[in-house]
């Protein structure tokens, strides 16, 4: 399954993005040869488990020129690089503690020639910025995520929608989310028609402030 799986939910792309989004599997392939960052069965489905499911948070979110976005956790680059080709013209964060996984996401930013893209080798609470809005896949359970990101996002918002988190997951989230109840679930299966997708959701987790 390649790149078309993305033209086919979105079709309105530019010659640019099409070409960037066909660039991808050939770039990931190589680097992975060299430093694993996907198991293999991903790599031979890399725009059904990783590039598609990462969009999966624009059928939900689209983001404004000039919003800033932060990618915890990003690994390889997911969901941050398929979202920054997606929305050239907002600004991507992308931040992991592990420092092979920031060079093959240096080495595929340079390879797509992104230039809304800025790779960062540190721990989430060392940053020392904020954010429009903050995603990522899974990396822990939701209040270890909250903890981890407060005071990371701005408080002016841009969007009809506030900012906060909108977080890729699968599975029944009842137990994790039960101290949430402004949390809203969006079943990416409402958007696309795999069967991977079944169990697969967006979690938006708004921000309260306090002031």
Same mark, same amino acid.
């Given at each position: 399954?390649?790149?078309?799986?993305?033209?086919?939910?979105?079709?309105?792309?530019?010659?640019?993005?099409?070409?960037?989004?066909?660039?991808?599997?050939?770039?990931?392939?190589?680097?992975?040869?060299?430093?694993?960052?996907?198991?293999?069965?991903?790599?031979?489905?890399?725009?059904?488990?990783?590039?598609?499911?990462?969009?999966?948070?624009?059928?939900v979110q689209s983001f404004k020129p000039g919003s800033e976005i932060l990618d915890v956790g990003t690994g390889g680059g997911f969901p941050g690089i398929p979202l920054a080709i997606l929305f050239p013209e907002?600004?991507?964060?992308? !931040?992991?503690?592990?420092? #092979? $996984?920031?060079? %093959?996401? *240096?080495?595929?930013?340079?390879? +797509?020639? /992104?230039?809304?893209?800025?790779?960062?080798?540190?721990?989430?609470?060392?940053?020392?910025?904020?954010?429009?809005?903050?995603?990522?896949?899974?990396?822990?359970?939701?209040?270890?995520?909250?903890?981890? !990101?407060?005071?990371?996002? #701005? $408080?002016?918002? %841009?969007? *009809?929608?506030?900012?906060?988190? +909108?977080? /890729?997951?699968?599975?029944?989230?009842?137990?994790?989310?039960?101290?949430?109840?402004?949390?809203?679930?969006?079943?990416?299966?409402?958007?696309?028609?795999?069967?991977?997708?079944?169990?697969?959701?967006? !979690?938006?987790?708004?921000? #309260?402030?306090?002031?």
């Amino acid at each position: 399954m390649k790149a078309e799986i993305v033209f086919k939910y979105f079709p309105n792309l530019s010659d640019n993005q099409q070409h960037q989004f066909v660039q991808l599997e050939e770039l990931y392939k190589d680097w992975n040869l060299k430093i694993n960052v996907v198991s293999r069965k991903d790599i031979e489905e890399l725009y059904l488990r990783h590039v598609l499911h990462s969009l999966g948070i624009a059928k939900v979110q689209s983001f404004k020129p000039g919003s800033e976005i932060l990618d915890v956790g990003t690994g390889g680059g997911f969901p941050g690089i398929p979202l920054a080709i997606l929305f050239p013209e907002s600004k991507f964060t992308l !931040v992991d503690s592990i420092g #092979k $996984k920031i060079k %093959v996401v *240096e080495e595929v930013v340079e390879g +797509l020639q /992104l230039q809304n893209v800025t790779p960062i080798n540190s721990r989430v609470e060392e940053l020392n910025a904020q954010f429009d809005f903050i995603v990522s896949r899974a990396v822990a359970a939701m209040p270890t995520f909250v903890h981890w !990101v407060k005071g990371r996002i #701005k $408080k002016e918002s %841009v969007h *009809e929608r506030r900012n906060g988190i +909108l977080y /890729l997951k699968g599975g029944d989230l009842s137990e994790e989310l039960k101290d949430y109840r402004n949390a809203e679930i969006f079943e990416l299966s409402d958007y696309f028609t795999e069967e991977f997708y079944d169990t697969k959701k967006v !979690v938006y987790l708004p921000m #309260k402030f306090k002031g």
